[in-house]
Each structure stands twice: as C-alpha cells, then as structure tokens.
C-alpha cells in the first residue's frame, strides 16, 4: 500500500517560512515524479512543484517559483518544500503525491498523481 505522510504545515504570518516534508512508502517503481500540489477553498487543485526521480529536475507554478525550493532524497524516498515569502494567497491544503509520470511540466501544469497524501494545511496571515 502506498503511503504518503505530510508534515511541517502550520500558521505563518505573510513574508514568513514553512518547509514541508513528505515521506513516501509502499511503491515499487523505480521511476516517478513526486511534489506537491495544494488545494484553497472555493478552488481547483493547483500543482505547485515536482521534482523527478531520474535525474533530479524540478518544475515550479509561475506562482511560487523564485519563492518555493523542492527537494528529495531519493534514498530515503522522502520530498521537501521550502517555501519563503509565503503570501496569504498561498494559504491551502498541501498535498504530498507521487506519480509514474515522468513530464512534470504535464504533472504541475495538470495536477495529475496517482497516489496522495492526507494533506497538511498551511495557512498566511496578513
């Protein structure tokens, strides 16, 4: 069973940071694509940043690049999200999730995964 632990969520006031961890367990593919996507209320899943297993490549949203670093160890099958200057509009549920989809450009742009996470809310006071 595939499994997805998100922590590191919490209340930050604007111009502040989170970084977000993401254990994964329980897949068997060598190769995938994992990150994060996040989900406000009252709006679509948005893609945030993914970051390839094969060769370490990242793509960020426009809305957070320059703002947002992902990271992984691939070892430890674990994902991370630094994420400065944080806005109120980043304000969301963010999902760790994993996918066998390996054009994460198609990944962020579409928000597709094959397997997700509970979710860790992160909330920007203003």
């Known amino acids: 069973e595939v499994q997805l632990a998100e922590s590191g969520g919490g209340l930050v006031q604007a111009g502040g940071s989170l970084r977000l961890s993401c254990k994964a367990s329980?897949?068997?593919?060598?190769?995938?694509?994992i990150g994060w996507f996040r989900q406000a209320p009252g709006k679509e899943r948005e893609g945030v940043s993914f970051i390839s297993s094969t060769d370490s490549s990242t793509y960020y949203a426009d809305s957070v690049k320059g703002r947002f670093t992902i990271s992984s160890d691939n070892a430890k099958k674990t994902v991370y999200l630094q994420m400065n200057s944080l806005k109120p509009e980043d304000t969301a549920v963010y999902y760790c999730?994993?996918?066998?989809?390996?054009?994460?450009?198609?990944?962020?742009?579409?928000?597709?995964?094959?397997?997700r996470g509970q979710g860790t809310q992160v909330t920007v006071s203003s």
């Open positions: 999730a994993v996918t066998r989809e390996l054009h994460i450009n198609v990944v962020v742009t579409t928000s597709t995964y094959d397997y």
């Open positions: 329980g897949f068997t593919f060598d190769d995938y694509a």
